[in-house]
């Protein structure tokens, strides 16, 4: 197994028999809420703009190798979306329960601009929907945190 399908598939969670994009943002929770609690949102920020240049990079070898636009298994844009989706949330089981619902259903849904965005080139285009899905998501999360429903 070559490094970039280690971490493409994030270490074999992408060949989740089922689900596998949902079972990526399942296991990116408890990391996210890790690096909320001990650092803070400027350091996450930019554990997350590092993650998602190395997905670029590591979808874009993995779709090469593979010879598949856009490889199913490839979940590590999962991780990235999600931990945008739960920049803005807080620190709460429900915070991180609507950023996890919030994501999966514009990742899975792709509404524009989503879609437009998917279809970038390479590894670009597989990890740009996810990053737009989180980042709307997110904001959502963001507006019900700011208006004191969580």
């Known amino acids: 197994m070559t490094l970039s399908e280690q971490t493409a598939t994030l270490f074999g969670i992408g060949r989740a028999p089922a689900a596998p994009g949902t079972v990526a943002s399942l296991a990116a929770l408890p990391l996210a809420w890790a690096i909320k609690w001990f650092t803070n949102d400027w350091i996450f920020l930019a554990i997350i703009v590092a993650v998602t240049i190395i997905a670029i990079r ?5 779709a ?9 298994e490839c979940v590590i844009d999962e991780l990235a979306g999600q ?5 803005l949330a807080p620190l709460s089981l ?32 597989i990890v740009l929907d996810d990053v737009v899905a989180g980042l709307l998501a997110g904001i959502i999360v963001g507006v019900v945190r700011l208006i004191g429903l969580i």
């Open 64 to 72: 090469r190798e593979t010879g598949v636009t856009d490889p199913s």
């Open 94 to 125: 429900i915070g991180f329960g609507l950023a996890l619902v919030l994501f999966r259903a514009f990742d899975i849904a792709k509404p524009w601009p989503i879609e437009r965005f998917e279809r970038a080139p390479g590894g670009l285009g």
């Open 58 to 62: 590591v979808c874009e070898a993995y």
């Open 83 to 87: 931990w945008i989706a739960c920049l």
